[in-house]
């Protein structure tokens, strides 16, 4: 699945998309994240899933442009830590 | 002063099946769906279609949910207490009191709208009374990509409302309404409902017609949720569910602009949610007497 946390609004798209069929819960972005915006537990949008999943924290999927802002500069941007993080390439950004 | 009246009130009301008798049935779900501004209740026999209410959400979620789901109940006789398993779903999902499990309504109008739309839908679009939701699922209705928005009201059925009030149309008409223009306008440029309801006090002033404004609103909600929904890949069948729904005004301009028209459903389009609720409630029972 395909999950898109975040919001659009008047100035734009705000989107972490984390991909659960790659996602396999271990949890390495938690820790990687300084805003820390990932928790990792049950997915709320697969009731029938076992496996433990990562997702976007209830609490920062509306201020996700704010949060991100740090590791975002405008020039020289280095990757991003939460990417870097992922062993199996699960998560993106939509900005 | 005269008593102002409220041209966003739409009509709630409860509907169930006459054909079926719940003591027949070996499982009875439900489902109920707590919005930010309406509220749904399912019940299945199973998994079939029982009974169903649809009203506002009041203050007080445990109530709006224990209201709902005593409407739907009305005249059948079947009680609370008989019901074997409860999901709660929507914004009040966990102030559902009486509900064994809370699932989002992400995967509840997934599930749901596969039920009400058939297994060929892909592409759920729900539009909701103070958020939307683009779902991608696959045919037994699980979900493969989503994305909602809840931090703008644009795209709303809040929205909707407050621009019945606005231009003093009762909120059933505005679809038909806003088709009747012989010119479709230029849409309105904020999706923002507060800004746009301003731009539209200023087409009023500058001499616009009702039914223009409407359609300049609707046609700046319907670009407004493409827009959202090209991020999770539109695949036919589609399907709208919510409030919005009931608008052939954003209806018909959201297909126009996607190219695709949307399947139709012999049930309320509103009650997608605690549909998919009550059948994972089915589902979650059926597991649990296995053990």
Not at chain 2, 176 to 200: D, G, W, Y
């Amino acid at each position: 699945m395909i999950a898109n946390y975040g919001y659009k609004d008047g100035s734009g798209d705000f989107f972490i998309t984390i991909d659960t069929d790659k996602c396999d819960g271990c949890g390495a972005c938690v820790p990687a994240c300084p805003g820390r915006v990932f928790v990792v537990g049950e997915d709320p949008n697969d009731p029938l899933r076992e496996e433990p999943v990562a997702m976007v924290s209830e609490e920062q999927r509306k201020k996700l442009k704010y949060t991100c802002a740090p590791c975002k500069p405008d020039h020289d941007r280095p990757p991003l830590p939460c990417v870097v993080a992922c062993p199996p390439g699960a998560i993106g950004h939509s900005w | 002063m005269s008593e102002k009246k409220e041209y966003w009130r739409w009509k709630e009301y409860r509907w169930h099946d006459e054909s079926l008798d719940w003591h027949d049935a070996e499982i009875i779900s439900a489902g109920v769906d707590i919005g930010s501004v309406s509220s749904q209740a399912v019940v299945m026999l199973d998994g079939r279609l029982y009974a169903y209410s649809n009203q506002r959400t009041g203050y007080d979620s445990p109530e709006s949910a224990r209201k709902a789901i005593d409407w739907a109940m009305e005249g059948t006789g079947l009680t609370l207490d008989r019901i074997h398993y409860t999901v709660g779903t929507g914004y009040g999902r966990v102030n559902v009191p009486f509900a064994d499990k809370a699932i989002t309504e992400i995967a509840c109008h997934a599930r749901g709208g596969n039920f009400m739309y058939g297994p060929t839908v892909r592409t759920i679009l729900d539009m909701g009374g103070q958020d939307c939701k683009a779902i991608r699922c696959d045919e037994r209705g699980k979900v493969e990509a989503f994305l909602m928005n809840d931090k703008c009201a644009a795209g709303t059925g809040r929205g909707m409302e407050v621009f019945a009030d606005l231009l003093s149309i009762p909120i059933e008409k505005v679809g038909e309404l806003s088709l009747s223009v012989e010119e479709e306008p230029e849409p309105v440029s904020s999706t923002c409902v507060i800004f746009a309801k301003s731009e539209a006090s200023a087409l009023l002033r500058e001499g616009w017609p009702k039914n223009k404004v409407l359609a300049a609103y609707c046609a700046a909600m319907a670009h407004r949720v493409v827009t959202l929904l090209e991020r999770i890949e539109v695949k036919k069948d589609f399907a709208i569910t919510g409030g919005i729904a009931k608008n052939s005004g954003v209806v018909k301009r959201l297909e126009q602009e996607l190219g695709l028209e949307s399947l139709k459903s012999r049930y309320d389009p509103q009650i997608a949610g605690a549909v998919g609720a009550a059948l994972f409630a089915q589902v979650l029972e059926t597991k649990r007497r296995k053990g």
